[in-house]
């Protein structure tokens, strides 16, 4: 089994910060690219940052200069260092990751549960 919980959600006011985590736990061969994604009521859900193996990573435009994605490879973890929060940053933010389970398994893709983030005076 893998599992992928995601923490750190909450509410906060415009200007402040949140670092979400994500732990990946189960039988796990490798874990490949990471990213985030968030969902708004009534909208799509859309790419926020991703990072793969070798750490290069791409952020959507509405969050560049303001979020910081990273992995802790050792402690399956990654991670979103959210700054300089807006309104319109909020939604359920979801962790993704591709993951091969067995060493003659290909890579698929699995979702965390989300967490909500909710930016507000």
């Known amino acids: 089994q893998v599992q992928l919980v995601e923490s750190g959600g909450g509410l906060v006011q415009p200007g402040g910060s949140l670092r979400l985590s994500c732990a990946i736990s189960g039988s796990i061969f490798s874990i490949n690219a990471m990213g985030w994604y968030r969902q708004a009521s009534g909208n799509e859900r859309e790419l926020v940052a991703h990072?793969?193996?070798?750490?290069?990573?791409t952020y959507a435009d509405s969050v560049k200069g303001r979020f910081t994605i990273s992995r802790d490879n050792a402690n399956n973890t990654v991670y979103l260092q959210m700054n300089t929060l807006k309104p319109e940053d909020t939604a359920v933010y979801f962790c993704n990751a591709n993951i091969r389970r067995r060493i003659v398994s290909p890579g698929r893709d699995y979702w965390g549960q989300g967490t909500q983030v909710t930016v507000s005076s």
């Open positions: 990072i793969t193996t070798g750490g290069s990573k």
